[in-house]
């Protein structure tokens, strides 16, 4: 079991109320304009269901508290425009966490943050990961640690980088995939985000 099942059960539903009543909207809007799907694509309703969670955490840890759930909105909404055209139902869950990723990388554009450079750092990612069931650590909407400051703080690449590699636990093929670029690249940017937390976390020291 990789660490992000063990930390996000399929059948939790940890969203807040907010992405879960736009998810209903969603959900009839695509019923309304559903018909038969070949390539073992499921009703968008039932892919939305599966996925909602994964992928808000995913944002809330990548765009921050503030901007997840227009990130959230904007992916599902990008989603449900791309459904028709889908000709197969392989692997969804990367699909839809590489549209959450640029909408992530977006936010943080617009927002135009300067990064700041921000022990293990991933161990302490894990202890204080916001991707926990119910009543085993902070809810997912109250993330308040210096920790993630320093997270949120970081250039949007590196930041969706960390999180989908450290805390989603993703090979860094998907995660490549996810951001549009080569292994390589990935792998750069999940070192120098975490070079970038040692040391802003030694200088707190």
């Not at 809007?29 to 018909?35: I, L, S, T, V, Y």
């Not at 909105?73 to 989603?79: C, G, K, P, R, V």
């Not at 960390?162 to 989603?168: F, Q, T």
Request: charged share 25%; with cysteine; glycine share 6%.
């Amino acid at each position: 079991m990789t660490r992000a099942e063990a930390l996000t059960p399929e059948s939790a539903d940890l969203t807040p109320p907010s992405p879960r009543s736009f998810s209903v909207v969603m959900g009839r809007a695509a019923r309304a304009e559903a018909g038969p799907r070949g390539g073992g694509i499921p009703p968008f309703q039932t892919f939305l269901d599966e996925h909602r969670t994964v992928v808000y955490r995913f944002l809330v840890a990548s765009a921050g508290p503030n901007e997840a759930d227009d990130c959230f909105q904007e992916t599902f909404l990008s989603a449900l425009r791309a459904y028709p055209k889908l000709e197969s139902g392989d692997n969804l869950r990367a699909w839809i966490l590489a549209i959450a990723t640029r909408k992530a990388i977006d936010a943080a554009r617009a927002r135009n943050r300067r990064p700041e450079p921000a022990v293990d750092i991933v161990e302490m990612l894990d202890e204080r990961s916001a991707f926990r069931p119910e009543g085993q650590g902070q809810p997912v909407e109250d993330i308040g640690d210096p920790l993630w400051e320093e997270v949120l703080a970081l250039p949007p690449r590196q930041r969706v980088a960390l999180v989908h590699r450290v805390l989603l636990d993703r090979p860094y093929t998907e995660l490549a995939a996810a951001m549009g670029c080569s292994v390589d690249a990935a792998r750069a940017n999940v070192y120098q985000a975490l070079k970038k937390l040692r040391e802003a976390w030694k200088s707190r020291a």
